[in-house]
């Protein structure tokens, strides 16, 4: 399914989705969404976002990598010791936010649809 239904050249159509490929990768996996929902709540020392989230240190350092590197995550190091880093949302991540929204919604709607469907199917 191409974005616009008016475009009917499969170059067109493949040009119209690179930009949600584009989101798909700056966005995907299992823990990216969940940290940047994290930091909305207010900003993190890494021990915090590790027990806050349940992942790993080890994948929570590489996704926090990640999301520096495409400027939504903004990494603070303090000259105290012992050294504290505190991460937290750039201003730029706050345009995720309606993206993250329809995904609630669209997200609560489908659970609805097939827990609904689970349960007549029973």
Known sequence: MCPSEKIHDPKECS????????????????????????LTFG???FKELHR???????????????????QLVKRTVYDS????VVYELTPYAATLKDVIDSLHNWGAQHR???MGKSKTAA
């Open 15 to 38: 040009g119209a989705l690179l930009p949600v490929r584009d989101a798909l990768d700056v966005l995907s996996g299992k823990w990216k969404l969940p940290i940047i929902i994290a």
């Open 43 to 45: 900003n993190y020392r």
């Open 52 to 70: 806050q989230i349940g992942i790993t240190p080890k994948m929570l350092s590489k996704e926090l990598r990640e999301l520096e590197l495409h």
């Open 81 to 84: 010791t012992p050294v504290s």
């Open 112 to 114: 609805k649809r097939v």
